[in-house]
């Protein structure tokens, strides 16, 4: 996979249907926009992928899943991807911003309650069996059907059969990857794991984000273990090794990486990736 210095963003298109609409739902097999793009793509909503038919891998930032038939693979916006096809793939896309859910359930940390979304220490995708697989498909058959007779409160049932989606789904992935399936844990988890997503590059010790959540440590990583399985100091560098790798990806030199999040020097970079990937950027880049 050639590394390119620019990777192709794709933005959500709100208007398409005339008024605001934040989601949208299409068939894999008709949508050519950036569905099934071989190239290295990034998109800037979430987004669920339902595979009912087909062959080859779908790779997100550098973990490859094999598509084959009910596989369901998450994404979270800024996740580096692409898709390399064996056999035609058939199956649902379902997109969205995160503000269809935020205005309705005025919770700005309700896609962080999902254990599939913001993941970085866990797979992005699972395997499901045939009946559960089955009632995803008529929760998606409704949300089709109604963008068939779009009306006035049309975004309210879309609303309600994607909240109902996305809890069977967590409950899905919690039974598949025997994890906490209980989407309340203490806020402060949820909390901590959105000001992660922000302040990553700026804050990396564990003290910084208990200062800002006003805890103390021993409270910041029981909490974290109960959810996630991870201290909370683990949680900063698994965000942190993912977000490099983001960076390898797009061919930025070690120097840059370093600079950019905050080492003292390259070689303490370079020391950190090792630590945990058993690789060196240069190895990893090489391999990518």
Not at 173 to 202: C, I, W
Not at 265 to 271: A, E, G, I, L
Request: proline content about 3%.
């Amino acid at each position: 996979m050639a590394a390119v210095s620019k990777i192709k963003t794709y933005h959500f298109l709100p208007y398409k249907y005339g008024s605001e609409l934040l989601l949208d739902i299409g068939r894999i097999e008709t949508l050519n926009h950036y569905v099934l793009d071989s190239t290295l793509h990034q998109l800037s909503f979430y987004e669920i992928i339902f595979i009912e038919e087909g062959a080859g891998t779908f790779t997100l930032d550098e973990n490859k899943t094999v598509i084959t038939p009910r596989t369901i693979i998450f994404t979270s916006p800024g996740q580096v991807r692409c898709w390399e096809i064996e056999q035609k793939v058939s199956g649902y896309v379902l997109f969205f911003e995160k503000d269809f859910l935020h205005l309705f359930f005025s919770d700005e940390l309700f896609l962080y309650r999902f254990q599939y979304f913001h993941q970085y220490s866990r797979p992005n995708d699972m395997q499901l069996s045939e009946l559960p697989f089955v009632k995803c498909l008529e929760l998606l058959y409704g949300i089709e059907g109604e963008f068939g007779q779009l009306q006035n409160d049309s975004n309210h049932l879309i609303r309600s059969l994607l909240y109902q989606l996305l809890v069977l789904l967590n409950r899905y992935y919690a039974g598949v990857y025997n994890v906490q399936r209980d989407t309340y844990v203490h806020p402060d988890f949820y909390r901590f794991r959105s000001l992660l997503e922000k302040r990553f590059v700026d804050d990396q010790s564990v003290e910084a984000y208990t200062k800002m959540l006003n805890v103390s440590s021993g409270f910041l990583n029981k909490i974290c273990r109960q959810f996630s399985g991870l201290s909370a100091q683990q949680m900063i560098h698994y965000k942190l090794i993912s977000e490099i790798k983001k960076q390898l990806y797009q061919n930025k030199s070690s120097k840059e990486i370093s600079y950019e999040f905050g080492f003292s020097d390259p070689s303490n970079f370079n020391r950190f990736f090792k630590k945990f990937t058993g690789t060196t950027p240069q190895q990893y880049r090489k391999k990518i």
